[in-house]
């Protein structure tokens, strides 16, 4: 199959019903690509911190008044400087009794939290510990964020860096995993549709051609997709869902359609052929 052919389907009608008879094999393949390049808006949030916050507000279930009391037992005498906590005493401080903050001390009990030994710190999740250098909170002051408004988000932050560090590959591999199975179900799911409903007509395409349609009808869809997403990310999904199947209808009215009906004439006039 032609590479400049398919590329040319993101502006040609025409192209995407010449390409309807492409191999199974491509259209898996052109498939795949299409799953991770839909899902590329999506994805690339990943790399801010936002969604780490976020993931790791649900892992400890915390709450607003979660958010206050965290910073507020943090020990205001404690600071972290040149890569290592200042504190030298053993501090245990529980928020509920799954929750707590422990310093210098690992306590094998805690579920969610956070630990701060001497040289690094530990992130517990659902008790799941991952353990990071100071690195991603040199510099942190306790007291300080005691009395900034915005201390609790200046401590997530600063841990979200650390976690974007291990979580940062399987987020984006299961971002995209999740866009090229919904995009195949879609394409099944819609195709199995256009078989059904047949636009009026008994005689229609075979269930491959029609596959084949709506995958390159995609293409173009694509393309506005990638030039939009940076700009408006959370509605690329649902214009992806609409469009492909506008740009498909098209195909359909403009080339489908005509060469249906010119089918079905001519096997009409053959039929009075054959009886006459």
Not at 91 to 115: P, S, T
Not at 174 to 198: D, E, Q
Request: glycine content about 6%; some cysteine; hydrophobic content about 45%.
């Amino acid at each position: 199959m032609n590479l400049n052919l398919i590329m040319s389907s993101a502006f040609s009608l025409k192209t995407i019903y010449q390409l309807r008879k492409t191999s199974l094999s491509l259209t898996i393949l052109i498939s795949l690509v299409i799953g991770v390049l839909h899902f590329t808006p999506h994805t690339l949030a990943f790399f801010s911190l936002e969604p780490y916050i976020r993931h790791m507000e649900q892992i400890w279930q915390i709450t607003p008044k979660m958010q206050e009391n965290l910073i507020q037992i943090l020990p205001s005498q404690c600071f972290i400087q040149d890569f290592h906590l200042s504190c030298d005493e053993v501090m245990i401080f529980y928020i509920n009794a799954d929750f707590g903050i422990l310093v210098n001390h690992k306590d094998i009990e805690l579920q969610n939290g956070l630990i701060f030994m001497a040289d690094y710190f530990i992130f517990v999740g659902n008790g799941i510990r991952k353990e990071f250098s100071y690195y991603y909170l040199e510099g942190l002051d306790f007291q300080y964020l005691q009395n900034d408004s915005h201390g609790y988000n200046v401590l997530m932050n600063r841990s979200a860096y650390a976690l974007r560090r291990i979580w940062i590959i399987p987020f984006i591999f299961g971002s995209y995993l999740t866009g090229i199975v919904s995009y195949l179900g879609y394409i099944v799911t819609v195709s199995a549709l256009s078989m059904l409903l047949k636009f009026g007509h008994t005689s229609f395409l075979k269930y491959k051609e029609v596959l084949n349609i709506l995958v390159f009808s995609s293409i173009p869809i694509v393309v506005v997709m990638i030039l939009i997403g940076f700009i408006i990310p959370a509605f690329t999904t649902l214009f992806f869902n609409l469009a492909t199947p506008i740009v498909a209808w098209f195909v359909y009215k403009k080339y489908v359609i005509p060469d249906l009906e010119k089918t079905t004439n001519q096997t009409k006039e053959l039929a009075k052929g054959s009886q006459g």
